[in-house]
């Protein structure tokens, strides 16, 4: 695992760590909106193991499905899910308040967990958070 993934990674299991507090608080826009970057960061993570890097979202989609979904390096449903979490996102931040249902913020929140399993399996774990000392 590169410097580049670990942080990425890093960066998808806060923005887990924060959709799972957003659902817990009913803002459920907000919760699809940050797994859906939990699993954009996964797949940038992806993508940085073979030197890609893209600068558009809908890069890093269509990439992430062409290098490892459609090549079968990845199982297809993660291309989907990403895909679908992209949707969600946009509705989340741009529709109204009753834009994204609960059931579809905790589904995209358990794809999220999906897509840092399969990175721990793939490009490495993360080690556990280290935490402060009292």
Request: hydrophobic residues 45%; without cysteine.
């Amino acid at each position: 695992m590169t410097e580049d993934q670990r942080e990425l990674l890093e960066g998808a299991r806060e923005s887990l760590a924060a959709a799972r507090l957003l659902l817990d608080a009913g803002h459920f826009g907000f919760a699809a909106s940050r797994a859906y970057y939990a699993m954009f960061h996964v797949a940038e993570a992806f993508l940085e193991g073979e030197e890609l890097a893209f600068s558009k979202h809908s890069a890093v989609i269509a990439a992430f499905g062409k290098v490892f979904a459609k090549s079968g390096r990845v199982p297809p449903e993660f291309h989907r899910f990403l895909a679908k979490a992209f949707e969600l996102r946009r509705d989340g931040d741009y529709g109204g308040v009753s834009a994204v249902s609960q059931h579809d913020a905790k589904q995209t929140l358990d794809h999220a967990a999906r897509f840092l399993e399969l990175a721990a399996q793939r490009i490495g774990p993360l080690p556990d958070e280290e935490r402060d000392a009292p």
